[in-house]
């Protein structure tokens, strides 16, 4: 059965109340779908678009069951993720949601970075983990980790998992699970690898589907054909010149290409970023920290490493290359277009790719809208600019710098409106606030000429 409400459901009432509170009123079609059989302890595999709020379910999932009572410090559950950034972001939604009902330890578990700290905020425990097969198995096989007690097993991105080769890591870590558990598999796509893993690891899964069709049509898609592969980049350019995104996704079919055309971009003065398996943990965080706050307008991306990242009000989604597979492209135009927005995404294709629109057609059961490029006379413009710039503030949590503060102190006497403010990060020691551009000047002599809490911090354009 279908829910409409979340009120329909046998929900612990603060996390009722914690829904409320966050806004959500409406299921999306994955969790209209799912949520009912999920809170009854079923196992189920999911399939669903990026953005279908798959997070929400398996949150609810294991919030509903958690046992903080019992004042235990045992590991109830065990999400895998296939990426670091998307284990982060599947940690803090899990706190978010869990933020009314106590105590709540989620610890995250990636590699990249060194194993002993790690071990020793085990050693306090934790209710729930989310971490990345690699590393979860290290601590697994070396006993920093105890999976006995684990309820509910969750595979994020199973496809993308077992894309990336760990099967064997993932059995290796089963081995460590005890029988009786919900197992829940979230997946794009729905390859019989998933199949398998599936009936190896769960006791008569349900398969819930969330029917695609919106994603096809409240997508404005445009396709363009090109004579020959030497055009390929400037028509990107006069097509970004064009519709001058403030954020904007170009998909890349592989690592190469990406840095690639990431550099060629950057050389036009265009304020864009790059995402891919080759950029270190800071690079990575930079990038979306970037983009997510609008101050960089592209993201060149390869599947892999956009693959679930919740960035909202992306306006524009341009394949630079066709996908390899009509299923990567349904998932990558999805990107724009979310809830209320509609979303626009153009293609780009050469005669080698024809087979893949004949694909596509296919798939939508439509003829695809073709265009024809706007003109090259673009390309002697300036790039524009970005409507955001990023300042950066030298004191971060350690100071117990707050988002407030940071408010504060901006909008204080002779500083700037309220509006002119766009996202704050906060980190260890450092902070990142994005402000309009035109207020980026009278922002930093605010920043730098006042105190945030009796203390002078340095402030510059990062
Ligand atoms: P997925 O894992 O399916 O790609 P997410 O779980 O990351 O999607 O959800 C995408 C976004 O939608 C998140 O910002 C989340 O907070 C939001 N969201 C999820 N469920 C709802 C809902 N019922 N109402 C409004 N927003 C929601
Ligand atoms: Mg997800």
Same mark, same amino acid.
Not at 10 to 29: C, E, G, Q, W
Not at 246 to 257: D, M, P, R, Y
Not at 355 to 370: N, R, S, T, W
């Given at each position: ?15 009722? $109340? ?33 953005? &279908? ?37 599947? #940690? ?83 081995? =460590? ?20 893993? #599936?009936?190896? =690891? ?117 394949? =630079? ?25 153009? &293609? ?7 087979? $893949? ?26 790039? =524009? ?11 971060? $949590? ?37 402000? $309009? ?26």
């Amino acid at each position: 059965m279908s829910i409409t409400s979340f009120s329909q459901l046998p929900l612990n009432p603060a996390l009722a $109340k914690r829904l409320i509170d966050l806004n959500y009123v409406i299921p999306t079609a994955v969790q209209s779908a799912s949520l009912q059989p999920v809170l009854e302890g079923q196992d189920l595999v999911v399939k669903g678009k990026t953005g &279908s709020g798959k997070t929400l379910v398996f949150a609810l999932a294991i919030l509903n069951k958690l046992q903080l009572q019992l004042q235990t410090n045992d590991v109830q559950a065990l999400v895998l993720c296939p990426t670091r950034e998307l284990a982060d972001q599947v #940690a803090q939604e899990i706190k978010s949601v869990a933020a009314m009902i106590g105590n709540v330890k989620v610890q995250t578990l990636c590699g990249g970075v060194s194993i002993e700290p790690q071990m020793r905020s085990l050693q306090h425990g934790a209710h729930i983990i989310v971490g990345t097969p690699g590393r979860v198995e290290e601590h697994v096989l070396n006993g920093s980790l105890i999976l006995t007690e684990v309820q509910t097993l969750v595979f994020d991105e199973a496809d993308q998992m077992l894309d990336m080769g760990f099967t064997e890591t993932l059995e290796s870590i089963a081995m =460590y699970l005890p029988q009786m558990r919900q197992t829940l598999m979230f997946s794009a796509t729905y390859p019989d690898k998933i199949m398998k893993l #599936a009936t190896q =690891y769960m006791r008569s899964p349900e398969l819930i589907e969330a029917q695609e069709e919106q994603v096809h049509h409240s997508i404005k898609q445009t396709f363009y054909r090109l004579d020959n592969n030497k055009m390929r980049f400037n028509a990107l350019r006069v097509l970004l010149m064009q519709h001058q995104p403030q954020s904007c996704i170009v998909f890349c079919n592989t690592k190469a290409e990406t840095k690639r055309l990431f550099e060629e971009l950057r050389q036009t003065g265009l304020a864009c970023v790059e995402l891919h398996g080759d950029l270190d943990q800071g690079e990575r965080e930079w990038s979306l920290l970037t983009f997510a706050n609008k101050s960089a307008n592209i993201l060149v991306a390869t599947d892999v490493a956009a693959r679930g990242l919740d960035v909202d009000e992306v306006e524009l989604v341009i394949n =630079y290359h066709l996908a390899l597979e009509p299923q990567t492209h349904v998932h990558r135009v999805g990107r724009t277009g979310r809830g209320e927005h509609k979303g626009v995404a153009l &293609s780009l294709y050469g005669e080698k790719e024809t087979f $893949k629109v004949d694909q596509l057609i296919e798939l939508y059961g439509q003829a695809l809208k073709h265009g024809t490029l706007p003109s090259h006379s673009l390309l002697e413009k300036p790039a =524009y600019k970005s409507n955001m710039v990023t300042l950066m503030i030298e004191g971060g $949590k350690q100071q117990k710098l707050r988002k407030a503060d940071i408010v504060g102190c901006l909008t204080g006497e002779d500083g700037i409106s309220f509006k002119q403010i766009g996202k704050i990060n906060i980190y260890d020691v450092q902070a990142f606030v994005a402000v $309009k551009r035109e207020a980026a000047k009278p922002a930093l002599r605010k920043l730098n000429n006042s105190k945030i809490k009796n203390k002078r911090y340095k402030a510059l354009r990062a």
